[in-house]
């Protein structure tokens, strides 16, 4: 009533045997690798951000003690004319501001610029990673009918309706 074609069976294991083999050294231990190297350069860009805002704690601090400086020196120059200590107040003040204003729009667009990087790069890479996916998986015919410039827009517009959504 059933009967099993052995040669057939045999076939269809080495068969899948081949399909896995093929999958997983050409695509997923590529694929495996790039995510790797890109967690590796998300991790520093992270560390990066992390020592950018160490820097603007410390800046932050310099700050603080620049104004406690401000008001001892305020203090001390108060006894001496009321005049001059709020003039030296006022020019401390603004320094020490506009110094921190400073730092903390260039950490910031440091950031900016860092994470733009980074996504332009990983958008890149994924754009290969499909196209290279693609050839590998559809083989020499496909290759033609690829067309990058497609997939690159297409992710763009994916992560387009993703930050605005």
């Known amino acids: 009533m059933f009967h099993l074609d052995w040669k057939l069976m ?10 896995v083999f ?12 790039k995510i790797s190297q890109r967690s590796q350069e998300i991790e520093k860009g992270l560390e990066n951000a ?6 603007l ?9 620049v104004i406690m400086t401000a008001r001892e020196k ?15 107040k006022e020019k401390i003040l603004l320094i ?8 903390s729009k260039i950490t910031k667009e440091n950031l900016l610029d860092e994470k733009e990087k980074i996504m332009k790069s990983a958008k890149k890479d994924l754009a290969d990673l499909v196209v290279l996916a693609l050839e590998k998986t ?12 497609l997939i690159e827009n297409s992710i763009r517009d994916i992560a387009n309706t993703k930050d605005n959504g």
């Open 10 to 19: 045999i076939a269809q294991v080495i068969n899948l045997g081949i399909v």
């Open 74 to 88: 305020a203090k001390v120059i108060f006894d001496e004319a009321e005049k001059s200590a709020l003039k030296e």
């Open 138 to 149: 559809l083989g020499k015919a496909a290759k033609d009918g690829i067309d990058k410039d």
């Open 96 to 103: 020490a501001k506009e110094e921190s204003e400073k730092i």
């Open 50 to 55: 992390k020592q950018s805002q160490a820097l």
């Open 22 to 33: 093929v999958l997983w050294f050409i695509v997923f231990k590529p694929l495996a690798k």
């Open 57 to 65: 704690d410390k800046s932050q601090k310099e700050y603080l003690d």
